[in-house]
Structures are given as C-alpha cells and as structure tokens.
C-alpha cells in the first residue's frame, strides 16, 4: 500500500470515529441575551460615590465535584389551554410571556415594585441548578419588560452552574432614586444548599437600570422576608436565617442586619435563637424608624428592634391575635393557633400603622405600633375577613388587591380543568367599613387564565401587576423545569412564567 494511500484510509478511520463521539444529550444553554428589549449600559458614574466602598464577605467553598451530564428535556406535546367561554364579570389582562427570556424561569413569590417613576421593578426566579433568578423593568405605560439582569448570580459575583441566586424574593424597598431588593437560594439541586455562600442585597439605580451588590450579609444565610426601608433615616432592615437546619440545630441565629444607604455600611444589629431553618418573616418599619416582625419558628411572638443605636432587642411571646378559619369568620380552636405569625405586612401613609395577613387565617388584621409598646395586645384589630389568601397580596393607593379562587375555595393553586382566580380588592379608607370588591375572573386578551398568582404590585391610578403561572396557548414557549434526578434534568410543564397588567377602577363600592 503507498504511503498516500495508507494516509487516505488514516483520514477516512479518524473521520469515521469522530463522527461516532457526537452526543445528542440536552446541556444547559447559556443565558440568551436579553430578549424583548435591552437596557442600556449605564456609567460608572450612574453609582452612588461610596458603591466602590461596599465591601463583600467572600465564603471560600470546596471545588464541586466534576457535574453529570443533564438528562434529555422530554419532546412530549403539551395539550394547550383552549379559551373557555366566561360569564360574569372579568378582570382582563394584558400579559407577557417571560419564558421567551429564559426557559427555566418557573415562579415568582412577591418581589415587585410599582416605583414613583412610574415604572414596575421585579424578579422573576428559578428552581434551577445552572440559572439564577433574572430581574426586569416594565416602562410606564405598559410598554414591553426590559430585562436589567438575565441572572442576578452574575451581578453577585458568583457563578450560576455551582451557587445560583435562584429567587429574587419579598417586598422591595424604593430610595432616593433606587430600588432595593434580596436575591436568595432557591436551587433544588441535590448539593446546592452546602455550596451556598449566602443571599445577597441589590440595589437598582432607577434612572439607568443599573444594578449595584451591596454584598453579602452572612455566610450560609438566605433572605425570605425581603428588605424594608427607614426612608428618613436612609436606611434598610434585612432579616437573614440559617439555610441548612443542622446549623440551626447548632444554634445559628436568625439576624437582623441595618444597612446605611447610600455607603452600604452594615451591621448586624441583633440575633434570635430559633433552631429552625429558613424562617418565614416580614418587616414593617414605622415612622420613628423602629423595625417590627414575627418568625414562624417563634409563633405568636412580636419583636421591635428600636432605631436608637445599641438598643436591645424587644420580644413579647404570645401577644399575636388568634387565627381565624379560612372559609368563615370564626376562631379556630386552640389545637390549631399553634402558627401564629404573619406572612404578609404593608405599612399604611400615617407610618404607624400597617396591615397583614397570617399563614392559614382567613382575617385581615390591622397593627398599630403606636400602641403597641405599651399594650402589644392591643396593637391588633381585626379589619375584614377576607377568606384564603396568598403571598400575592399588596397595597394601591386606599385599596389591598389580592387574588383568590372563586367562592373563597382554598389553595392559590387554580385547577387546570377549572381556571378560577379572581382579584379582589378591599377599601383602607380611614374611617371606612373595608368593602371587598371583585374585580372579575382573571382572564387575558388571548383567553389564558392564570393557574397561580404569588406576586403582585399596584398603583394608585388602579394599575395591578400580577407574576405567575399562566396556562399557555399552542405553539407558546413553555416552562423548562428544573428536577433532579441524581443529576441535572428538565422537564415541559404546561405553563409560562407571565407579567400580567390589570387596569381596574379605582372605586368599586
């Protein structure tokens, strides 16, 4: 055989097995640039002068072991949601479909802000192993979503394939031209929670749409309650709790951090022993600066952090009002008053006083904090009952707008045989008899209707913003969900991850 005809066969060998080496297997894809309109690039100069100061713990973790590769997504067809006929009124909805940014984008549990330039801030997350949660801008009037951040990891300094920041998550807190917000874990890879290095906060500079890491606050924490803001004082209360429950078992704290805006300056202003992981919280911050909540893990129980400087933490055990059945207005019995703290909180325009709802109570309470230092008890009154709710609960101009399934059924899940999510809204009005009002069966001009609504925001022109789950139509980009399965996986759902814009009137009594 001639040597050039021995390379020839070499060629043709080599060629052959290369060709076998091709693998058809799914790998996650990278980050698609950011689909329906793309922000500006912002100067430096856009940061406040002491954004270069912020300093940022960084947590040494050990190097992952080499990842398997993902499982294929499945090609099954998924059966669409055909437009059903209506009767009776409907709340209709302009909606955009934010899986065209990311396919893994799967939720959205609060974390949004109708902002005073008119614009809506807000996150939308992720139960991904490889993604974190993205963050968005919708411009006044409705125009299309922007997307400031396809993965807010990124803008943590992290990296999405090891630690995602999967949730941007809780209520925002708006300052002198910036909106505040807690990115936090949300990953439900096998080994994602000891990889964690922490939650972070952000800030957004409104004018460009930059965002800003203010850093982390403490190693292997994560942030569910969100950030709550001390306007005249220029400063933000952050809640953090122990992620792993073997390190609250060890007696990890849950802390409460102060931050000084715009420096980023923080400290960590006190502590509370629970020994349970992954608190449930919210912060209401009334006019004097002092920073009220309640944890799960402590029930019943009411604390104060005061805004004087040193001041020791204030707790009162048992001073909670008593649930209320969900379907009919009327305490539960003592069996079941075990839970007792809120999982919503708003505050009212006087500063003293805010509104919240609790895990399983069908009551809407009013809390007072003028009165509460001198007689806890009587800081809570009952304002209406209201019937099951969500976390998709907020507060537009004199009226708390929420969704609910029809006939007060329970759960924030609509079945998808029978889409039946309404919002409701109820009258604040000081002096008022807070009047329920309902706005209709949530329906969109396609005919889609939602299957699940845990995030909402509202302006006092009668704009409501809904994120969630909505059932989709043919052809229509679908959820790609993250699951393991001793290794990185997707799935279709039969849903898309929506931002949906409700105009409603602005009295209904």
């Not at 430096?44 to 954004?51: F, R, S, V």
């Not at 300056?265 to 449930?280: F, L, N, Q, V």
């Not at 305490?331 to 399983?360: C, K, M, N």
């Amino acid at each position: 055989m001639s040597h050039r005809l021995r390379s020839t066969c070499a060629a043709i060998l080599l060629s052959a097995l290369l060709g076998g080496c091709r693998s058809d297997t799914v790998r996650p894809t990278p980050t698609p640039a950011p689909p329906v309109s793309s922000a500006p690039a912002a100067p430096e100069a856009g940061l406040p002068p002491a954004a270069a100061t912020t300093t940022t713990t960084t947590v040494p973790a050990p190097l992952p072991a080499p990842r398997p590769a993902p499982a294929p997504v499945p090609t099954t067809t998924l059966a669409p949601t055909e437009p059903v006929a209506v009767s009776g009124p409907t709340a209709s909805a302009r909606s955009w479909l934010l899986n065209r940014v990311k396919p893994e984008l799967d939720g959205q549990t609060q974390g949004m802000l109708s902002a005073s330039d008119g614009a809506l801030y807000f996150g939308a997350s992720t139960r991904s192993g490889a993604h974190g949660a993205a963050f968005f801008r919708l411009p006044p009037g409705g125009q299309e979503p922007v997307c400031l951040s396809p993965d807010v990891t990124t803008v943590c300094g992290g990296d999405p394939m090891e630690a995602p920041q999967g949730a941007v998550r809780g209520p925002m807190a708006e300052l002198e031209g910036w909106v505040y917000f807690a990115a936090q874990f949300a990953s439900e890879r096998q080994e994602a929670e000891a990889a964690y290095p922490g939650a972070h906060v952000l800030g957004c500079e409104m004018s460009t749409g930059r965002l800003r890491d203010l850093g982390l606050l403490r190693a292997g924490h994560t942030i569910s309650g969100g950030v709550a803001c001390d306007a005249p004082r220029r400063r933000l209360y952050v809640l953090t709790t122990p992620l792993i429950a073997e390190r609250a078992a060890r007696g990890d704290s849950v802390l409460i951090h102060r931050i000084e805006l715009p420096s980023g300056r923080r400290e960590t202003a006190a502590e509370i022993r629970t020994g349970s992981a992954h608190e449930s919280a919210g912060l209401f911050v009334d006019r004097r600066g002092d920073a009220w909540f309640t944890l799960s893990g402590k029930p019943g129980t009411l604390y104060r952090l005061r805004a004087l400087p040193g001041a020791p933490l204030e707790e009162w055990p048992g001073v909670l009002p008593p649930r209320y059945a969900l379907r009919a207005e009327r305490v539960l019995p003592d069996a079941e008053q075990a839970d007792r703290a809120w999982t919503w909180v708003g505050g009212l325009p006087d500063g003293d006083r805010a509104v919240f709802t609790a895990s399983e109570d069908g009551m809407l309470w009013l809390f007072d904090a003028s009165r509460a230092a001198a007689n806890p008890r009587a800081a809570f009154t009952p304002l209406r009952h209201i019937g099951p709710t969500g976390p998709g609960i907020a507060i537009g101009g004199e009226r708390l707008y929420y969704v609910q399934r029809a006939l007060r059924r329970e759960g924030t899940r609509a079945p998808r045989w029978s889409p039946d999510l309404h919002l409701l809204s109820v009258c604040l009005r000081p002096g008022g008899e807070a009047a329920i009002s309902d706005h209709g069966l949530l329906v969109d001009g396609e005919g889609r209707r939602p299957w699940r609504i845990e995030s909402l925001a509202a302006d006092a022109s009668g704009r409501v913003y809904l994120c969630g789950d909505w059932h989709l139509r043919k052809g229509e980009t679908a959820v790609r969900r993250y699951v393991w399965r001793g290794r990185d996986a997707w799935q279709l759902e039969p849903r898309g991850l929506f931002l949906a814009m409700v105009r409603v009137s602005a009295e209904r009594e």
